[in-house]
């Protein structure tokens, strides 16, 4: 709404009934997205709470161990972690870059009709479901990694990271490409006058005025890495394996949780309430990034807009 | 050649190629899954329910379940998320701090990962008020993952409704309601449309949730609303799963009838957005 033009909203004298009735049911829809993350909340921290009260956070946090279905039990959820951070590191040098550079060239250098094209393209990629990218992972990508004398297992870290990374393109790209679209034509014509060239305009005013745009789509990027479940599950392994070696198989977090999740672990046992502890794990981290990336995208906005 | 234009040409073929690099994995991902399934593309995938045989195993159940799912998702997201967005858009006084605190929650919702949507199924609908693993449960989850997204999008197809208008109807005396019934809502369908068969198709390709509600498990019936099922997405992931090279090549087949699906959709929501823009 513009500034000054705030609609004159006249009340009528009668009361309508009927009209308030309609606010409530509205509101009550709205309701509903708060209630899903009262459960959400009330789902993963409730059975958390009591998993930590069987194995310690220290041990939980530190342990090198994770074997929660087989005697003898061990709770250490290093190795989830580090599955989880090496598959995102591999989709992040992947997608980041590539992202950026096909925002950089649909804002500053496609013309409005190849925009036209590319765009709706980069959509349909977008689109993909993930247990589709799972499949190109296991039977296209690693029978291609090792043909290449990559030296990587039937499962891989590398293999789930590099197509996660082509996942992740569209999501950056089209953040990055609205934080680029927002920044004002006269910044870019300013520099034109002072005899830059389209590369130096590209990256040395519209990138910096950008920044935070750019940012909020990586910490967007690494968020969706973070918490993907299809790729490392079908690609990258189901043996939780402590290394930083990508052509080893090794267990994302996200994968322990689908794994066990899908089996039928009893109710109430130390077992079920891993999944939990994983997830609460898990949604504590994704929140974080979630909000320091929304929060990045309000500051362009209000500069720009 | 001076050495700036060298530069700005390397720095230009730097970006194309980033562009490409999508475009040929999306590219050689479509021909791959085309060659593997193709051969598996016959009537037996969709008249016949999943075997240990790969001969003459098909996708019935699974195609049917899909299908199912789509029809729930779409009674129950589209009403709720509309009212959100009505409500946001048209009613809320954004001075208040519960409303701003909504709309962050809405954009929050919309970035939790796929599988906390499948704990939160497995833990209040399936075990807690113990609905089962039933198709139902599926459809609930999926509803509430979707909801955020189709409330963004129909919250922008609302506020692209040029004030104007509403005072029109304001000053000929219409009550809110009837502004909003009467001319912000039928303005802002075409946007709510395509917002919505998009975040549709998306739902409708989400594994992970549906792994941790539905069981894999080998169903061989025709799914009811309360019954056991399978979905697409999981059916080809119990596929891919399976060490015989002929269960992949099964799961390329079946891989092809969700792409097709969903591209349907997306071509759909994007030859109504193009049909339908309005510029005010």
Redesign the interface.
């Given at each position: 709404m513009t500034a000054g033009a705030e609609p004159l909203r006249l009340r009528a004298e009668r009361r309508r009934i009927g009209e308030d009735v309609v606010k409530g049911v509205l509101a009550l829809c709205a309701l509903v997205s708060v209630l899903t993350t009262v459960g959400i909340v009330v789902a993963l921290f409730q059975p958390a709470i009591e998993f930590f009260r069987e194995v310690s956070l220290v041990d939980f946090l530190t342990g090198t161990e994770w074997a929660p279905l087989f005697e003898p039990q061990h709770f250490g959820v290093l190795p989830l972690i580090t599955g989880t951070l090496l598959v995102t590191a591999v989709a992040s040098l992947v997608g980041m870059p590539l992202g950026l550079g096909s925002a950089i060239y649909l804002s500053e250098y496609a013309s409005s009709r190849a925009r036209g094209v590319l765009k709706p393209l980069l959509e349909i990629l977008a689109g993909v479901p993930t247990v589709v990218f799972g499949y190109f992972a296991l039977t296209f990508v690693t029978p291609l990694l090792r043909d290449l004398g990559v030296g990587a297992e039937i499962f891989n870290t590398l293999s789930a990271g590099l197509v996660m990374g082509v996942m992740l393109i569209p999501t950056i790209a089209s953040l990055s490409e609205d934080a680029m679209g927002a920044v004002p034509r006269t910044l870019r014509d300013g520099a034109y006058a002072l005899g830059s060239t389209k590369l130096q305009v590209a990256t040395r005013i519209v990138v910096p005025a950008a920044i935070s745009g750019i940012v909020a789509s990586f910490v967007l990027g690494l968020s969706r890495a973070v918490g993907e479940t299809m790729i490392v599950l079908i690609a990258m392994g189901q043996q939780p394996n402590l290394t930083f070696d990508p052509r080893e198989a090794a267990e994302a977090m996200t994968a322990f949780i689908a794994a066990t999740g899908a089996g039928d672990v009893p109710t109430g046992s130390i077992e079920y309430k891993t999944i939990f502890a994983v997830g609460a794990t898990l949604f504590v981290l994704t929140l974080v990034m979630n909000v320091v990336s929304i929060r990045l995208v309000r500051k362009y906005q209000e500069v720009y807009e | 050649m001076s050495s700036?234009a060298l530069?700005?040409g390397l720095?230009?073929a730097?970006?194309?190629?980033?562009?490409a690099?999508?475009?040929v994995?999306?590219g050689?991902?479509l021909a791959?899954?085309l060659i593997?399934g193709v051969g598996y593309l016959d009537g037996t995938m969709l008249t016949e329910p999943p075997s240990i045989d790969p001969q003459i195993a098909g996708a019935r159940p699974a195609i049917l379940a899909t299908i199912y799912l789509g029809a729930l998702l779409l009674l129950f997201t589209v009403?709720?998320?509309v009212?959100?967005a009505?409500?946001?858009e048209e009613?809320?006084n954004r001075e208040r701090w519960y409303n701003r605190l909504?709309e962050?929650?809405?954009?929050?919702?919309a970035?939790?990962?796929?599988?906390?949507w499948?704990?939160?199924g497995?833990?209040?609908l399936v075990?807690?008020i113990g609905l089962g693993r039933v198709l139902l449960a599926g459809a609930l989850i999926l509803t509430?993952l979707v909801?955020?997204t189709v409330?963004i999008a129909a919250r922008e197809a609302i506020r692209s409704v040029p004030?104007s208008i509403?005072?029109g109807a304001?000053a000929l005396g219409a009550?809110?309601?009837q502004v909003v019934s009467r001319q912000v809502l039928p303005a802002a369908i075409p946007g709510i449309a395509t917002g919505s068969i998009?975040a549709l198709?998306?739902a409708l390709?989400?594994?992970?949730p549906l792994?941790?509600i539905g069981?894999?498990t080998y169903i061989a019936f025709d799914p009811t609303i309360l019954g056991p099922f399978t979905a697409l997405?999981i059916q080809?992931?119990q596929w891919?799963?399976l060490p015989q090279p002929e269960f992949?090549l099964l799961?390329?087949g079946a891989?092809l009838i969700?792409?097709a699906i969903?591209?349907t959709m997306?071509a759909l929501a994007?030859w109504l957005r193009n049909r339908y823009r309005r510029t005010w």
């Amino acid at each position: 709404m513009t500034a000054g033009a705030e609609p004159l909203r006249l009340r009528a004298e009668r009361r309508r009934i009927g009209e308030d009735v309609v606010k409530g049911v509205l509101a009550l829809c709205a309701l509903v997205s708060v209630l899903t993350t009262v459960g959400i909340v009330v789902a993963l921290f409730q059975p958390a709470i009591e998993f930590f009260r069987e194995v310690s956070l220290v041990d939980f946090l530190t342990g090198t161990e994770w074997a929660p279905l087989f005697e003898p039990q061990h709770f250490g959820v290093l190795p989830l972690i580090t599955g989880t951070l090496l598959v995102t590191a591999v989709a992040s040098l992947v997608g980041m870059p590539l992202g950026l550079g096909s925002a950089i060239y649909l804002s500053e250098y496609a013309s409005s009709r190849a925009r036209g094209v590319l765009k709706p393209l980069l959509e349909i990629l977008a689109g993909v479901p993930t247990v589709v990218f799972g499949y190109f992972a296991l039977t296209f990508v690693t029978p291609l990694l090792r043909d290449l004398g990559v030296g990587a297992e039937i499962f891989n870290t590398l293999s789930a990271g590099l197509v996660m990374g082509v996942m992740l393109i569209p999501t950056i790209a089209s953040l990055s490409e609205d934080a680029m679209g927002a920044v004002p034509r006269t910044l870019r014509d300013g520099a034109y006058a002072l005899g830059s060239t389209k590369l130096q305009v590209a990256t040395r005013i519209v990138v910096p005025a950008a920044i935070s745009g750019i940012v909020a789509s990586f910490v967007l990027g690494l968020s969706r890495a973070v918490g993907e479940t299809m790729i490392v599950l079908i690609a990258m392994g189901q043996q939780p394996n402590l290394t930083f070696d990508p052509r080893e198989a090794a267990e994302a977090m996200t994968a322990f949780i689908a794994a066990t999740g899908a089996g039928d672990v009893p109710t109430g046992s130390i077992e079920y309430k891993t999944i939990f502890a994983v997830g609460a794990t898990l949604f504590v981290l994704t929140l974080v990034m979630n909000v320091v990336s929304i929060r990045l995208v309000r500051k362009y906005q209000e500069v720009y807009e | 050649m001076s050495s700036r234009a060298l530069k700005g040409g390397l720095f230009q073929a730097g970006l194309l190629f980033s562009l490409a690099v999508g475009f040929v994995t999306l590219g050689v991902l479509l021909a791959d899954v085309l060659i593997d399934g193709v051969g598996y593309l016959d009537g037996t995938m969709l008249t016949e329910p999943p075997s240990i045989d790969p001969q003459i195993a098909g996708a019935r159940p699974a195609i049917l379940a899909t299908i199912y799912l789509g029809a729930l998702l779409l009674l129950f997201t589209v009403p709720i998320g509309v009212g959100t967005a009505i409500y946001l858009e048209e009613y809320a006084n954004r001075e208040r701090w519960y409303n701003r605190l909504l709309e962050l929650n809405i954009q929050n919702l919309a970035a939790v990962p796929s599988i906390i949507w499948g704990i939160l199924g497995l833990a209040f609908l399936v075990r807690g008020i113990g609905l089962g693993r039933v198709l139902l449960a599926g459809a609930l989850i999926l509803t509430l993952l979707v909801l955020p997204t189709v409330i963004i999008a129909a919250r922008e197809a609302i506020r692209s409704v040029p004030d104007s208008i509403r005072q029109g109807a304001y000053a000929l005396g219409a009550t809110q309601w009837q502004v909003v019934s009467r001319q912000v809502l039928p303005a802002a369908i075409p946007g709510i449309a395509t917002g919505s068969i998009l975040a549709l198709s998306r739902a409708l390709g989400e594994t992970a949730p549906l792994i941790m509600i539905g069981a894999v498990t080998y169903i061989a019936f025709d799914p009811t609303i309360l019954g056991p099922f399978t979905a697409l997405p999981i059916q080809i992931y119990q596929w891919v799963s399976l060490p015989q090279p002929e269960f992949k090549l099964l799961a390329a087949g079946a891989i092809l009838i969700l792409l097709a699906i969903l591209l349907t959709m997306n071509a759909l929501a994007i030859w109504l957005r193009n049909r339908y823009r309005r510029t005010w």
